[in-house]
């Protein structure tokens, strides 16, 4: 059976949508920050038109559901909602710092990374991942957003870091993880072709939810508490 599964990645300063056909991934990427509402329709129409299909063709809707830039999320929800609602298909969630992990390693060879997205407010949200033996990335411990200075991490192996909390905060972040830190990846964005990657497996295990469940992941309650009085 073909599976076709639409994903979206604006969490951060780049903006991307992707299309998994049997495990075959096509994708559409720009750096562009503040211009994700402006282009990712025109990635998804593009996606389709080069697989020949339409939305109500996808078995499901997946996006990068944060932690992230707080509008850039909102977005890829909002999407994700307005298409899930349009051709009543399920919703797959995942993790922002999860792609970045995989992309990662994917470009590295490595297979533990320390992915960190700068949350401004001179903090980063941190996630600490391992290749899985399924091929994709098991999260150790939780993901949390919190001062450089007061991340958990590993205590021995060879890891890289990731994200652009690595752009930000690297003489604070090498500080505590030098010891550990074999390469890393300050520019590396998360890619919807990850979140792609990703939801395939969540996809066959069954894990979808419906679109009114397509909930963001902020990690700061007050951004979480803002949301709610947005609505």
């Known amino acids: 059976m073909t599976v076709r599964i639409l994903a979206i990645e604006t969490a951060t300063h780049a903006c991307s949508a992707a299309l998994a056909v049997d495990g075959k991934v096509l994708e559409r990427y720009a750096l562009a920050p503040r211009q994700h509402a402006a282009l990712i329709l025109p990635m998804i129409e593009s ?11 996808l078995d499901a809707i997946a996006f990068g559901r944060g932690p992230g830039a707080f509008t850039g999320v ?8 307005g298409i899930a609602f ?3 298909r399920p919703v797959l969630p995942v993790s922002t710092l999860a792609a970045l992990a995989l992309g990662s390693m994917r470009e590295t060879g490595q297979e533990q990374v320390l992915a960190a997205l700068d949350a401004r407010k001179h903090e980063v949200y941190w996630g600490v991942y391992q290749r899985s033996a399924e091929n994709q ?6 993901e949390v957003v919190a001062a450089p200075g007061a991340l958990p991490g590993p205590e021995a192996g060879d890891w890289v870091g990731a994200g652009s ?3 930000s905060y690297g003489p604070a972040l090498m500080q505590r993880f030098a010891a550990r830190v ?3 990846l300050p520019d590396f964005e998360p890619r919807a ?3 792609a990657r990703l939801s395939l497996d969540a996809f066959a295990a069954g894990r979808m939810v419906s679109a ?3 909930i963001p992941v902020y990690l700061r309650n007050n951004v979480a508490e803002v949301k709610r009085s947005l609505r």
Request: charged share 25%.
């Open 182 to 184: 074999v390469r890393l």
């Open 47 to 57: 996606l389709l038109v080069e697989a020949g299909c339409t939305v109500t063709d």
């Open 193 to 195: 072709a990850d979140v």
């Open 212 to 214: 009114e469940q397509a």
């Open 165 to 167: 909390g690595w752009d």
């Open 86 to 88: 349009a051709a009543d």
């Open 137 to 142: 990335v098991r999260l150790l411990g939780e």
């Open 74 to 81: 909102r977005i890829a929800a909002s999407i994700v909602q």
